[in-house]
Protein backbone atom coordinates (compact mmCIF):
# COMPACT_ATOMS: atom_id res chain seq x y z
CA UNK A 1 0.00 0.00 0.00
CA UNK A 2 1.84 3.08 -1.18
CA UNK A 3 1.31 6.56 0.74
CA UNK A 4 -0.24 8.80 -1.81
CA UNK A 5 2.28 12.18 -2.15
CA UNK A 6 -0.62 14.31 -1.91
CA UNK A 7 -1.00 13.08 1.92
CA UNK A 8 2.34 12.75 2.54
CA UNK A 9 4.44 15.61 0.53
CA UNK A 10 8.23 13.89 -0.25
CA UNK A 11 10.82 15.62 -2.31
CA UNK A 12 12.10 12.26 -3.88
CA UNK A 13 10.37 8.70 -4.33
CA UNK A 14 12.10 5.80 -4.10
CA UNK A 15 11.80 4.00 -7.44
CA UNK A 16 8.89 1.47 -8.74
CA UNK A 17 10.83 -1.76 -8.61
CA UNK A 18 11.77 -1.34 -5.03
CA UNK A 19 8.08 -0.30 -4.39
CA UNK A 20 6.53 -2.89 -5.98
CA UNK A 21 8.85 -5.66 -4.09
CA UNK A 22 7.70 -4.51 -0.98
CA UNK A 23 4.21 -4.87 -1.71
CA UNK A 24 4.52 -8.21 -3.21
CA UNK A 25 6.00 -9.39 0.30
CA UNK A 26 3.45 -7.77 2.23
CA UNK A 27 0.95 -5.77 0.27
CA UNK A 28 0.62 -2.96 3.19
CA UNK A 29 4.72 -2.55 3.46
CA UNK A 30 6.15 0.87 1.65
CA UNK A 31 8.89 2.65 1.31
CA UNK A 32 9.03 6.23 2.73
CA UNK A 33 11.69 9.52 2.22
CA UNK A 34 11.36 11.25 5.37
CA UNK A 35 13.40 13.85 4.14
CA UNK A 36 17.54 14.56 3.65
CA UNK A 37 18.70 10.64 3.72
CA UNK A 38 16.17 9.27 5.91
CA UNK A 39 13.99 6.83 4.30
CA UNK A 40 11.64 4.31 6.33
CA UNK A 41 10.24 1.39 5.31
CA UNK A 42 7.25 0.10 6.82
CA UNK A 43 3.44 -0.85 6.95
CA UNK A 44 0.51 0.92 6.77
CA UNK A 45 -2.30 -0.31 8.83
CA UNK A 46 -4.60 2.35 10.67
CA UNK A 47 -5.62 2.18 14.45
CA UNK A 48 -7.05 4.12 17.63
CA UNK A 49 -3.98 3.59 19.45
CA UNK A 50 -1.71 4.83 16.71
CA UNK A 51 -3.16 7.65 15.58
CA UNK A 52 -4.14 8.68 19.58
CA UNK A 53 -0.46 8.69 19.99
CA UNK A 54 0.50 10.78 16.61
CA UNK A 55 -2.26 13.12 17.58
CA UNK A 56 -0.84 13.99 20.64
CA UNK A 57 3.18 14.38 18.99
CA UNK A 58 1.12 16.86 16.36
CA UNK A 59 -0.73 18.91 19.29
CA UNK A 60 2.70 18.87 21.21
CA UNK A 61 4.38 20.18 18.08
CA UNK A 62 1.71 22.80 17.49
CA UNK A 63 2.15 23.75 21.02
CA UNK A 64 6.07 23.88 20.70
CA UNK A 65 5.74 26.87 17.18
CA UNK A 66 2.93 28.64 18.83
CA UNK A 67 5.09 29.15 22.02
CA UNK A 68 7.82 30.73 19.57
CA UNK A 69 10.29 27.58 19.46
CA UNK A 70 12.15 26.42 16.03
CA UNK A 71 12.31 23.02 15.41
CA UNK A 72 16.06 21.57 14.72
CA UNK A 73 16.19 19.22 12.19
CA UNK A 74 15.77 16.15 14.47
CA UNK A 75 12.78 17.69 15.39
CA UNK A 76 11.59 18.19 12.07
CA UNK A 77 11.86 14.39 11.43
CA UNK A 78 9.79 13.96 13.99
CA UNK A 79 6.73 16.16 12.75
CA UNK A 80 7.64 14.20 9.43
CA UNK A 81 7.43 10.58 11.32
CA UNK A 82 3.76 12.10 12.86
CA UNK A 83 2.31 13.02 9.87
CA UNK A 84 2.90 9.33 8.68
CA UNK A 85 1.93 8.31 11.89
CA UNK A 86 -1.47 9.58 11.31
CA UNK A 87 -2.09 7.77 8.02
CA UNK A 88 -1.89 4.47 9.58
CA UNK A 89 2.08 4.09 9.08
CA UNK A 90 4.18 1.67 11.27
CA UNK A 91 7.99 1.69 10.83
CA UNK A 92 9.45 -1.66 10.33
CA UNK A 93 13.26 -0.35 9.59
CA UNK A 94 15.12 3.08 8.87
CA UNK A 95 17.78 3.65 6.30
CA UNK A 96 20.24 6.74 5.73
CA UNK A 97 21.04 6.18 2.08
CA UNK A 98 23.34 8.60 -0.04
CA UNK A 99 21.73 7.74 -3.15
CA UNK A 100 18.36 5.94 -4.11
CA UNK A 101 17.01 2.94 -2.54
CA UNK A 102 17.88 -0.33 -4.27
CA UNK A 103 17.13 -4.26 -4.14
CA UNK A 104 18.79 -4.86 -1.17
CA UNK A 105 16.15 -2.86 0.98
CA UNK A 106 13.46 -5.77 -0.21
CA UNK A 107 16.12 -8.44 0.22
CA UNK A 108 16.63 -7.03 3.90
CA UNK A 109 12.30 -6.71 4.49
CA UNK A 110 12.20 -10.55 2.99
CA UNK A 111 14.58 -11.74 5.30
CA UNK A 112 13.66 -10.37 8.32
CA UNK A 113 9.65 -11.37 7.66
CA UNK A 114 10.83 -14.44 6.82
CA UNK A 115 12.43 -15.04 10.22
CA UNK A 116 9.45 -13.38 11.78
CA UNK A 117 7.34 -15.76 10.26
CA UNK A 118 9.38 -19.15 11.08
CA UNK A 119 11.62 -18.31 13.98
CA UNK A 120 10.01 -19.00 17.19
CA UNK A 121 10.38 -17.46 20.21
CA UNK A 122 12.52 -20.21 21.56
CA UNK A 123 14.72 -19.73 18.68
CA UNK A 124 15.00 -16.18 18.88
CA UNK A 125 15.84 -15.98 22.43
CA UNK A 126 19.05 -18.49 21.35
CA UNK A 127 19.90 -16.17 18.73
CA UNK A 128 19.89 -13.14 20.86
CA UNK A 129 21.19 -14.96 23.83
CA UNK A 130 24.11 -16.54 21.42
CA UNK A 131 25.00 -12.92 20.33
CA UNK A 132 24.78 -11.15 23.54
CA UNK A 133 27.28 -14.10 24.93
CA UNK A 134 29.95 -13.59 22.04
CA UNK A 135 30.02 -9.79 23.07
CA UNK A 136 30.77 -10.97 26.68
CA UNK A 137 33.50 -13.14 25.72
CA UNK A 138 35.04 -11.14 23.50
CA UNK A 139 35.23 -8.20 26.21
CA UNK A 140 36.21 -10.68 28.40
CA UNK A 141 38.96 -11.83 25.90
CA UNK A 142 40.26 -7.89 25.67
CA UNK A 143 41.00 -7.61 28.93
CA UNK A 144 42.32 -10.47 29.72
CA UNK A 145 45.36 -9.75 27.22
CA UNK A 146 48.23 -8.19 28.80
CA UNK A 147 49.75 -6.83 26.26
CA UNK A 148 46.55 -4.45 25.08
CA UNK A 149 46.61 -3.30 29.39
CA UNK A 150 50.03 -2.73 28.35
CA UNK A 151 49.40 -0.33 25.72
CA UNK A 152 46.35 1.38 27.72
CA UNK A 153 48.78 2.00 30.79
CA UNK A 154 51.61 3.76 28.97
CA UNK A 155 48.89 5.53 26.56
CA UNK A 156 46.92 6.40 29.42
CA UNK A 157 50.16 7.55 32.27
CA UNK A 158 52.80 8.21 29.67
CA UNK A 159 51.87 9.94 26.80
CA UNK A 160 49.11 12.27 28.47
CA UNK A 161 51.14 12.95 31.68
CA UNK A 162 54.41 13.95 30.55
CA UNK A 163 56.29 16.80 31.30
CA UNK A 164 56.61 19.26 28.20
CA UNK A 165 60.23 20.02 27.20
CA UNK A 166 61.06 23.19 25.45
CA UNK A 167 63.90 22.58 22.88
CA UNK A 168 64.37 26.50 22.00
CA UNK A 169 66.75 28.29 24.54
CA UNK A 170 65.13 30.59 26.93
CA UNK A 171 67.12 34.23 25.28
CA UNK A 172 65.24 33.25 21.78
CA UNK A 173 61.29 33.63 21.44
CA UNK A 174 59.83 30.18 20.21
CA UNK A 175 58.42 30.00 16.36
CA UNK A 176 55.53 32.12 15.86
CA UNK A 177 56.20 34.50 18.93
CA UNK A 178 57.89 37.83 18.54
CA UNK A 179 59.82 39.31 21.48
CA UNK A 180 58.81 43.04 22.28
CA UNK A 181 61.87 44.91 24.83
CA UNK A 182 61.28 47.63 26.04
CA UNK A 183 62.68 50.95 24.11
CA UNK A 184 65.78 52.03 25.09
CA UNK A 185 64.85 55.17 26.64
CA UNK A 186 62.79 53.63 29.16
CA UNK A 187 65.85 51.24 30.18
CA UNK A 188 68.22 54.27 30.58
CA UNK A 189 65.64 56.02 33.17
CA UNK A 190 64.69 52.77 35.34
CA UNK A 191 67.95 53.08 36.23
Not at 15 to 23: N, Q
Amino acid sequence: MRISPLDFPQARMAPESVMRGLEDLDPSACIVHLGGKTWIVGKVRPNSVARGVAETMMSNWTRAVQGGKRLSKQGQLRVRFAQLALLGFRPVSQYEIQGEPDGRIVKEFEFSRHCWLTTSDNELNHTLDTVQRDKADAAKAQIADVNLGKEAWNYAFRTTHTTSVSLTPPDRPKSGFVRHEKPQSENTNAA
